[in-house]
């Protein structure tokens, strides 16, 4: 399957984390414990990989075969979503001190909660708005890849109202906006004539 | 020290990881950085604790559960630190970097 080749800031690439998960083989072993990229492109992979087992099995194997755009979307907006991106500032308890998180681990926190939804994929993950300024507006925009068949607008409610509890749980931010847009939807595998 | 300071900010509720205080780019340019961490004596510091014009300055980047509510674990962890290396006065810096259960990178696939 091609990949897009975009390197981390940690040298590594989505295509050398698929091939971990395929046969174990790692450059350097010990950097998947201690970088969070890496991580969590490991886990968006797992994800990808196990969407594809019950749903894209056949998509997934002739991904580079031109037919293909919405699974080598995917891959190169995780590779860009991968990085740490922006600084989100935290309330702290004491002046001195400085809390934030990065907006690489909400990214991918959105997409994990998107990926548990049955029958979809997260493609397209990103945060509208100065996420570094505490209290600006910020607009969630996801967009999807959906097996066709699946009832949209209730899986819509549903992970919007996932997606807002989860943001609540976990930032401080002013989400003015949950925007979903379903990007593709894709037939189930059919039997070759 | 720091081990300890390690231990005491991972005994906070909701905290799954304690990563290396700088990104690998910050470190060492490049990928060599790679091919000089084969043993653990060069592993980078989890925790990094320096002094700044007569001030304490920690660094943490943490990965915290999803079960959790981040900002309150990494309020608790500012705290934890502060515990930790009173009576010294320390500005506490805290990165939440990953959200996610704490499972070790298994590499098979599972079927």
Same mark, same amino acid.
């Given at each position: 399957m091609s990949m897009p080749n975009d390197t981390f800031e940690c040298g590594h690439t989505i295509e050398e984390l698929s091939l971990y998960l395929d046969t174990g083989e790692f450059p350097d072993p010990a950097h998947l414990e201690s970088? +969070?990229?890496?991580? /969590?492109?490991?886990?968006?992979?797992?994800?990808?990989?196990?969407?594809?087992?019950?749903? @894209?099995?056949?998509?997934?194997?002739?991904?580079?075969?031109? /037919?293909?755009?919405?699974?080598?979307?995917?891959?190169? /907006?995780? *590779?860009? =979503?991968?990085?740490?991106g922006r600084s989100i500032p935290l309330r702290s308890d004491d002046p001195a001190d400085t809390l934030s998180e990065t907006e690489g681990s909400i990214l991918a926190l959105v997409r994990s909660v998107a990926d548990s939804l049955p029958g979809a994929v997260a493609g397209k993950v990103r945060l509208d708005g100065d996420v570094t300024v505490p209290g600006s507006p910020?607009?969630?925009?996801?967009?999807?890849?959906?097996? @066709?068949?699946? *009832?949209?607008?209730?899986?819509?409610?549903?992970?919007?109202?996932?997606?807002?509890?989860?943001?609540?749980?976990?930032? =401080?931010? /002013?989400?003015?906006?949950?925007?979903?847009?379903?990007?593709?939807?894709?037939?189930? +595998?059919? =039997? =070759?004539? | 020290m720091t081990?300890?300071? !390690?231990q005491a900010i991972m005994a906070v509720d909701g905290v799954t990881e304690v990563f290396p205080a700088r990104n690998l780019w910050q470190r060492l340019p490049g990928r060599a950085?790679?091919?000089? !961490?084969?043993?653990?004596?060069?592993?980078?510091?989890?925790?990094? %604790?320096?002094?700044?014009?007569?001030?304490a300055e920690a660094t943490v980047r943490i990965g915290v559960s999803p079960d959790a509510?981040?900002?309150? %674990? %990494?309020?608790?962890?500012?705290?934890?630190v502060r515990n930790h290396l009173a009576p010294e006065k320390v500005a506490v810096q805290v990165t939440v970097v990953r959200i996610a259960a704490g499972d070790p990178p298994a590499a098979s696939q599972e079927d």
């Open positions: 970088c +969070p990229e890496c991580r /969590n492109g490991l886990d968006s992979l797992r994800r990808l990989a196990a969407a594809g087992g019950e749903l @894209f099995a056949s998509d997934l194997a002739a991904a580079g075969s031109g /037919n293909d755009d919405w699974m080598k979307d995917i891959l190169a /907006n995780l *590779a860009l =979503e991968l990085r740490p910020v607009a969630v925009r996801l967009d999807l890849a959906v097996l @066709f068949g699946h *009832a949209l607008m209730p899986s819509a409610a549903s992970l919007r109202q996932d997606l807002a509890e989860a943001l609540a749980r976990h930032t =401080e931010l /002013n989400i003015a906006a949950i925007d979903i847009t379903i990007t593709d939807v894709i037939e189930a +595998p059919r =039997e =070759e004539k | 081990s300890a300071l !390690q950085a790679s091919l000089l !961490q084969r043993n653990a004596a060069d592993a980078p510091p989890l925790v990094e %604790v320096r002094e700044e014009s007569g001030r509510r981040t900002p309150d %674990v %990494v309020r608790a962890v500012a705290a934890a």
